[in-house]
C-alpha cells in the first residue's frame, strides 16, 4: 500500500511558480500535489512538461482538478461542447505533466430526472473516453468527483455505476469525503464506502479531504473548513491503514499543507508512514 498526502495547489508557504510548489511539498515531507485549474486550464504542455520532470525528481505524485465550470447535462448545447474541451485539455496537460487522474465536477440535473441525467452523462463520457484513446491519452484517468450537493450529479452510487456500466479503466471515481459526509446529511460510514468499491477493483483511490461547515438552519453544507470532526479523519486512516488501501488524499482544506501535515501526523501516531 502507498499513501500519498498533499495540497490541492501550491502550498501556502510556497513562493513562486508550481515547480517551487512541488519542491516545497517535498521539503515538507509531503508526497502528493493536486493541480488546480479552477477556471481555466492556464498551463501549456511545455510548462507541464517540466513540471513532470520536477514531480518525478522530488517524488511528487500529482493529480488535476479540472476546471469547475463543467456541466455535461446542461440543456445548453453549447455548455456542452466547452466542458468536454475544458476537460480534454485538463486530461492532456495532466497526461503530459504525468498525474494519475483529473477530478471532474461532471454534471448538474439541470431538470433532467436522476436517470435521464445518467443517460446523457454516460454517453458523453462515452464521447470524451474515445477522443481521450485518439489524442493518444493512455495513463491519466478521468475522475468522477463524488458531489455533496443534491442538485449536482455525482452520489456515491451513481458515480460506481457509471464507472462499472462504461467498463474502461480510464474512468474512476474521485472521492470527496467531505462531500458523502454532506450528501450523507452529516454521516458517513468509511466502511460501507470501500466496501461499495471493490466491485471496481480499483488499484489506487484519488480522494480530497476537508472539513465542512453548517447553514443557518444547521444542516452541513459544502463549504470548506479546516480538518475538525466532521468529518472525522482518524477513522478513515484506520480503514485506509486496516485495508492496506493505496490512495492520494489532497487537503482541500483552506489551510491546505497545515492540513495535509495533519492527516501525515495522525497516520504516523496509528504506526504508518
Known amino acids: 500500500m502507498g499513501v500519498f498526502l498533499g495540497p490541492a495547489g501550491l502550498p501556502m508557504a510556497a513562493e513562486g511558480k508550481t515547480v517551487d510548489g512541488i519542491r516545497k511539498v517535498r521539503e515538507l515531507e509531503l508526497n502528493a500535489m493536486e493541480l488546480e485549474f479552477v477556471r481555466q486550464v492556464y498551463m501549456n504542455e511545455k510548462t507541464a512538461e517540466e513540471i ?132 450523507g446529511k452529516g454521516r458517513i460510514d468509511y466502511r460501507e464506502v470501500f466496501d461499495k468499491l471493490k466491485i471496481l477493483k480499483l488499484d489506487h483511490i484519488n480522494s480530497h479531504f476537508e472539513g465542512v461547515g453548517k447553514n443557518k438552519k444547521g444542516e452541513f453544507v459544502d463549504v470548506h473548513t479546516p480538518i475538525n470532526s466532521h468529518p472525522p479523519f482518524e477513522p478513515l486512516a484506520k480503514e485506509i491503514l486496516k485495508r492496506k488501501v493505496d490512495v492520494t488524499i489532497i487537503s482541500e482544506s483552506p489551510i491546505l499543507e497545515i492540513d495535509s501535515l495533519k492527516m501525515k501526523k495522525i497516520f504516523e501516531k496509528l504506526g504508518n508512514l
Not at 476546471?67 to 497526461?95: F, H, M, Q, T, W
Not at 487522474?101 to 464521447?127: C, F, M, R, W
Not at 475522475?143 to 479503466?169: A, P, W, Y
Request: include cysteine; proline fraction near 2%.
Open 52 to 183: 513532470g520532470q520536477v514531480a518525478k525528481e522530488n517524488e511528487v505524485r500529482l493529480s488535476v482538478h479540472a476546471p469547475y465550470y463543467i456541466n455535461l447535462c446542461s440543456k445548453d448545447a453549447k455548455v456542452i461542447k466547452e466542458s468536454k474541451e475544458r476537460i480534454l485539455k485538463s486530461l492532456l496537460i495532466g497526461e503530459i505533466a504525468g498525474a494519475d487522474a483529473v477530478a471532474v465536477h461532471a454534471a448538474y440535473y439541470s431538470g433532467l430526472t436522476p436517470e435521464q441525467a445518467y443517460d446523457k452523462l454516460k454517453e458523453n463520457i462515452l464521447e470524451i473516453l474515445d477522443k481521450m484513446k485518439s489524442k493518444g491519452l493512455k495513463h491519466i484517468k478521468f475522475g468522477l468527483e463524488t458531489m455533496g450537493r443534491s442538485s449536482q450529479f455525482g452520489s456515491l452510487d451513481e458515480i460506481i455505476k457509471l464507472c462499472k456500466d462504461v467498463r474502461s479503466k480510464r474512468l474512476v471515481p474521485y472521492i470527496d469525503w467531505g462531500h458523502l459526509f454532506v450528501r
